[in-house]
């Protein structure tokens, strides 16, 4: 269905039918045209666009270069010959398309299941457009934070008192471990704690509680960076335009 943030909901619903291919990636690289500086999300969702854009510079000999929001995602792109460059000398990203790890009908994400939340903000903030690919299952009925947990990216250091902030705030974080049980670490040296959510918060007040703590680096709650957001069906692929 074609739903339009910000005005009266359509009441002519449009799909797009999915073809037998990647449908959702795509259509999610559809627009990106030669001369154009796409930014690469993190994670197995963004992979599939990253598959499916080397899949159209191949085919198309499309000139294009590419910044990447983790150092998987990286490398990833440049073993499928994606000319990827160095994104701290670049002001500005022509279009992003990424993937998300919940979404919701006011088109709320939540991100940060790779660690990758800092760099893809960032990256947001400097792209012209943002597109952003889920899964059916990821639609929250409500709103996000009640089927997964809230990542915060904090520093080792003042580690305790920022976890102290964060239960002033009603929040309980699990430090994330890899599968060794080591701590996991982000591509910028950052811990992540994972911590759960009722449902029932209101995102935009502890969006704004958890930017005034000093030891958050970042966080999972992406409230407004979605321009675009395709949700994929058994049978077709859903639209949320802002």
């Known amino acids: ?44 969702t963004a992979a599939r666009g990253i598959q499916a854009l080397a899949e159209r510079v191949r085919r198309e000999d499309l000139a294009i270069k590419c910044v990447a929001a983790s150092e998987r995602a990286e490398r990833e792109a440049k073993q499928l010959g994606l000319e990827v460059i160095d994104f701290g000398v670049i002001e500005e990203v022509d279009y992003l398309f990424d993937g998300a790890d919940e979404t919701d009908r006011a088109m709320r994400l939540m991100k940060g299941s790779r660690g990758a939340m800092t760099r893809e903000r960032i990256l947001c903030w400097a792209s012209k457009k943002t597109v952003f690919m889920v899964t ?61 959510l009722s449902g029932d918060e209101n995102l935009a007040d502890l969006y704004d509680e958890l930017n005034t703590i000093p030891g958050v680096i970042d966080h999972g709650l992406f409230l407004d960076e979605a321009d675009e957001i395709l949700i994929e069906h058994a049978d077709s692929i859903e639209r949320l335009v802002r």
Not at 6 to 22: F, I, R, V
Not at 157 to 172: D, E
């Open 1 to 44: 269905m074609l739903w339009h943030r910000g005005s009266a909901l359509s009441d002519q619903p449009t799909t797009e039918t999915a073809s037998a291919s990647d449908a959702l990636a795509e259509m999610a690289v559809e627009p990106i045209v030669a001369g154009m500086l796409v930014g690469l999300g993190a994670g197995r």
């Open 136 to 196: 059916s299952d990821k639609v929250a009925e409500k709103q996000i934070g009640a089927r997964c947990p809230l990542p915060i990216a904090v520093m080792a250091y003042g580690l305790a008192s920022t976890r102290n902030a964060l239960r002033h705030i009603g929040l309980n974080g699990v430090l994330r471990r890899d599968l060794d049980g080591k701590m996991f670490i982000t591509d910028n040296g950052n811990l992540v704690l994972d911590a759960t």
